[in-house]
């Protein structure tokens, strides 16, 4: 076997193995996963505990940890029925596995301990609530807790999770997944990056090694790093302020960082990179009364909402959105939704593509009648129009996925800005295809030229390519493709697809841009 095939088989195995391991995140909430995550690690350290392998007692571990999540779980009913907003249960969940995976375990003797747990929980769980201006979260639940109980009381997080050899590997495959879910391995290279930066720098030449150990395998670095960096409603948004917010973690939480004779703790640097994040992310959070719903294909509707004041966004962002479901499944109450609706648009539009057997979050979205209440918040995303109204542009989209094609092409025309664009959009069925009077208009003002791909056509009527978007019709449709920047929106095994197929036509990699859903039924 040459080099060449030995190189091209472990290309096909990595991407076989990653493909496997997408399919299967891609059917859980990034929140599940978490929840998974942390609660797994939770759950070995108290096996490993009864074999001396941890050093943590089992039995405190246990005792601290329905402290904990006791605590958190009553502090945010109370806040949640207060303040009568949705309670998000899976949030709560995390923050508690989270902080009892940082304090040391205690028992029920250790009364100043005790007291260390119930505080860091309270504040927690209140920083959700109360410490939002304009209903927006500032601090790391987390981080704000643990400060808490440290200042207050003086009964600081001992980060015992990130410290222990023995977690290692389990702490690190399991965040990996965490990343790779969310898709922020840049966010954790600055953050990692910017912690080795500043203890290099800081350290003698010979002390180097022993740093090093310190840093990977002694230290919170790597579980801070997956379980709370990743953590989305305080982290900032867009692709410089994420690598800037990770840096600013990742250099004061580096063990040599101070400022003078005052060395701040991993929580404190995660509150001081939530304040850059705060700064450099849009505020708010808005109540959307839904006004009607628009079927626009087979299985496909708009949801219309009335947002309580003017959103600022761009056509391609998207929005995370929450529902009070009763009885929420593994896919939790929460998603990220691309906002179909163009900004000069009064009425804010949320495309749903619902399936045969629904997840509990999509079945209390169907139910929702004219006049019920969405709460939302965290407008964000780099999927958006070039500055560069000459730049000649490539829309692919894959059913659902065409939403944010119909607002930037709303927003074109809705502005009269002619632009050089060409949209392949690919169905099963020709009942699949959404939007098509507003392509048909863009045609007529702006010049928008699409191609509709069907797998199974069942009648005629459109100009349609019968089969699937592959490399053959990008060339005969776009034969100018080494002039255009090509968009890629649908779900993640398709816009995969896509992407091998233009950089198989030796598209660069920097004129392709993709934005993908994980089909959350």
Partial sequence: MTDSVRAATKRETNFAITRMADAVLNHITMYRLVLAYTGGLLLLAFLLGFAHLVPVDPTALAFSAVVILGTCWLSNRVFAAVLRVPANMESYAITALILTLLFAPVTAKNGAGVAGLVVASVVAIASKFLIAPGRKHIFNPVAAGATAAAL??????????????????????????????????????????????????????????????????????????????????????????????????????????????????????????????????????????????????????????????????????????????????????????????????KELRLGVKFHPEPSAFKRTLASLQPGDVVFASHIAGHFTLPRDPAAKLAFLAGGIGVTPFRAMVEELVGRGEKRDVVLLYGNNRLSDIAYAELFQEAAATIGLRTVYAVAEPEEQGYDIHKGYIDEALIRREIPDWRERVFYISGPRAMVVRFERALRALGVPRGRIKTDFFPGFA
């Fill in 152 to 345: 207050l009381l003086g009964q600081p997080a001992t980060w015992w999770v990130g410290g222990n050899a023995v977690l290692l590997l389990p702490v690190f495959l399991g965040g990996l997944l965490v990343v790779r879910k969310v898709r922020q391995f840049g966010m954790l290279g600055a953050y990692v990056a910017a912690n080795l930066a500043v203890t290099l720098a800081t350290t003698p030449l010979a002390m180097m090694p022993m740093a090093l150990n310190q840093t990977f395998l002694s230290s919170p670095l790597l579980f801070a790093g997956f379980a709370m960096l990743t953590e989305p409603l305080t982290a900032a948004h867009g692709r410089r302020s994420r690598l800037l917010f990770g840096a600013i973690i990742g250099a004061i939480s580096s063990a040599n960082f101070h400022i003078g004779s005052f060395y701040p703790t991993p929580e404190m640097a995660f509150l001081a990179g939530n304040l850059f994040a705060w700064a450099a992310t849009p505020k708010g959070r808005f109540r959307l009364t839904l006004l009607r719903i628009e079927k626009m294909a087979s299985g496909c509707y708009d949801f219309v909402f009335q947002p309580d004041r003017r959103l600022a966004f761009e056509a391609g962002q998207y929005i995370d959105w929450t529902l009070d479901v009763p009885a929420p499944d593994n896919r939790g109450n929460r998603r990220t939704f691309t906002i179909a609706s163009a900004p000069g648009e």
